[in-house]
């Protein structure tokens, strides 16, 4: 298995999208002005869903589910 996919799907990786989510949206609501801070906020909201509802987006591009928890039964 690929060690990015198995790195996100840990504890350590749910909270780096987490954090990476939050930082993107802070980023794009407050430091960022106009029409390029709205993009980034929202595609900030991806990493921040991804680490809450524990999927990685990246997985399924190295053949491993969408699902964290079936990578890590896997």
């Known amino acids: 298995m690929n060690p990015l996919v198995k790195?996100?799907?840990s504890a350590a990786g749910r909270i780096?999208?987490?954090v990476a989510g939050?930082?993107?949206i802070a980023a794009g609501l407050f430091?960022?002005?106009g029409t390029a801070g709205i993009?980034?906020?929202v595609v900030g909201v991806l990493p921040l869903?991804?680490?809450v509802f524990d999927?990685?987006?990246f997985a399924p591009v190295c053949?491993?589910?969408l699902s964290g928890s079936k990578v890590r039964g896997s």
Do not use: N, Y
């Open 49 to 51: 869903l991804a680490g």
């Open 22 to 24: 939050v930082v993107l």
């Open 63 to 65: 053949g491993a589910p």
């Open 39 to 41: 993009i980034v906020a």
């Open 7 to 9: 790195f996100m799907d």
């Open 16 to 18: 780096a999208r987490i």
């Open 55 to 57: 999927f990685c987006a």
């Open 31 to 33: 430091a960022i002005q």
